[in-house]
């Protein structure tokens, strides 16, 4: 795991502006498969789409979201989430699971949908 620096922001930056940059970058912490740009209106789209199973040692119910999303979660799981989870519980993070498949199993198991 790299150190973050003052150039870190900078470096960042220029990874989130350009897709294959991103995609490079993102491949290396994580398994993407890119995806088609999604445009529902034209006031709903979404572009630089990606699904992904993981991100650095943690694994996720597959997900669909931005490349520059999976960039700002690796960092986050690289030099928050696993620094964190070692400190405080003395092992690290091997899955995350969404909020909305929390709330969904939840639900199911009481009965509410």
């Known amino acids: 795991m790299g150190r973050i620096t003052p150039?870190?922001?900078w470096k960042l930056s220029k990874?989130?502006?350009?897709?294959?940059l991103c995609l490079a970058v993102v491949s290396?912490?994580?398994n993407i498969s890119p995806l088609d740009d999604k445009v529902e209106s034209e006031n709903c789209e979404s572009s630089n789409r990606v699904s992904f199973s993981?991100?650095?040692?943690t694994r996720l119910s597959e997900l669909e979201t931005s490349c520059q999303?999976?960039?700002?979660?690796?960092m986050w799981e690289?030099?928050?989430?696993q620094l964190r989870a070692d400190e405080i519980f003395g092992t690290e993070?091997?899955?995350i699971m969404p909020a909305i498949k929390?709330?969904?199993?939840?639900a199911m198991m009481w009965g509410v949908v």
């Open 102 to 106: 929390i709330i969904a199993t939840n």
């Open 78 to 81: 690289s030099h928050s989430l």
């Open 54 to 57: 993981r991100v650095g040692q």
């Open 7 to 9: 150039l870190t922001n």
């Open 69 to 74: 999303t999976i960039l700002a979660l690796a």
């Open 28 to 30: 290396a912490a994580t």
């Open 15 to 20: 990874v989130r502006a350009s897709p294959e």
């Open 93 to 95: 993070v091997t899955r």
